[in-house]
């Protein structure tokens, strides 16, 4: 008999964009309705580089939280630190101490939306930081694209991995990393193989989806994400690592809003929406792969067993029962399109 309910430990998102004022206003509650817990993304205009712009931010984050009618303690905001060429050693003390702050995070300079004030020259100009970090065990966070204009954007990850990742991680053998959002055979090999401390995050886009998806009919922009969606035997590799007993594998959505008008225009912006129906995207994967039972280890338990945090003790239910992706949703005064508007998936979050 076919499963028709799911009940697995409250999840947590790894990865995911707020962005801030009136459009997180509008969107945070998606979030928190799903989600415990979720690693919120720095890279605002200006950055979050202080711990003391960390805090202003989740004071914003908090009030965003009341005024959508999310109950006080249901979720809570993990916060990072935006890593650039300048960042003080003595800010990761700070940020270890302050307790809500949980990584930094690593953009290469030009890498995707808001990192232009992103790192140069990762181990020429920012090896006091990773020293400090490796010290207090504050994970990296990277976004694994090198940004090379002669280099094709569907290679950036795979020479990420030899030109970056591979040298940080001689440098600095016991500092935790999270390859975040990967997207590649080449990305599941390495992190999969690697010694020491190491994890990565996996989007449902990328789990369900290949790079034909942008070009079917048209070309259609709210499937357009940086790092780009990729081959079918890439999309085939990472949901044979989100689906396996792999604790280094785990559940970050990187849903990214942007307004409707940025993503169908002559330059749209990269990113999937996706914190509406974040749970529902992942199940459908994971029951296309016949792996269902796979889902809460993904989603609930190997995130916070690597960034040495407890599980969450609650629960989350899901419902077979058709769920139609809604073609809009409030973005400020605006609306902005969720990935997948307009279809419909197996599963329902009760």
């Known amino acids: 008999m076919t499963q028709q309910t799911l009940i697995i430990t409250r999840p947590d998102d ?28 720095p890279n605002l205009k200006p950055p979050v580089t202080t711990v003391a712009l960390a805090q202003a931010y989740c004071a914003r984050i908090e009030r965003a939280l009341m005024a959508s009618g999310v109950v006080k303690g249901s979720f809570t905001p993990l916060m990072t630190l935006y890593l650039t060429d300048k960042t003080d050693p003595d ?21 995707t939306t808001n990192s232009d004030a992103g790192v140069t020259d990762l181990l020429g100009k920012c090896s006091k930081v990773l020293e400090a970090m490796q010290r207090v065990g504050m994970p990296l966070l990277v976004h694994g694209e090198v940004t090379d204009p002669e280099v094709d954007v569907f290679d950036r990850e795979a020479l990420f991995i030899d ?9 600095f053998p016991e500092l935790k990393v999270v390859f975040e959002h990967i997207t590649t055979k080449d990305g599941v090999d390495y992190v999969r193989d690697a010694a020491g401390p190491i994890a990565a995050t996996i989007t449902a886009q990328h789990l369900l ?3 034909n998806e942008i070009f079917k009919g048209g070309v259609r922009p709210h499937f357009y994400c940086l790092p780009i969606l990729k081959r079918e035997l890439h999309r085939v590799a990472l949901v044979e690592a989100a689906t396996s007993d792999s604790p280094r594998f785990f559940l970050g ?52 067993d690597f960034y040495g945090l407890p599980r969450n003790t609650g629960t989350v239910t899901l419902k077979r029962e058709a769920y139609t992706v809604p073609l809009e949703v409030a973005y400020g005064s605006e609306t902005l399109v969720p990935l997948a508007a307009g279809e419909t998936l197996p599963w329902a979050m009760v």
Request: aromatic share 8%; proline share 4%.
């Open 209 to 211: 989806y290949n790079r």
């Open 253 to 304: 959505s990187d849903s990214a809003p942007h307004a409707k008008g940025l993503k169908e225009n002559a330059c749209g912006c990269a990113g999937c929406y996706t914190a509406v129906h974040a749970l529902e995207l992942y199940a459908t994967a994971f029951e296309r792969a016949q792996k269902i039972e796979k889902l809460e280890a993904f989603a609930s338990f190997r995130g916070p």
């Open 91 to 111: 800010e990761i003390i700070r940020a270890h101490e302050a307790g809500n702050i949980v990584a930094l995070k690593l953009y290469p300079a030009g890498a």
């Open 163 to 171: 030109r970056v990742m591979i040298p940080l991680r001689k440098a």
């Open 14 to 41: 790894w990865h995911v964009h707020l962005r801030d004022d009136e459009a997180m206003q509008a969107i945070v509650g998606h979030t928190a309705r799903q989600f415990a817990r979720a690693v919120i993304m």
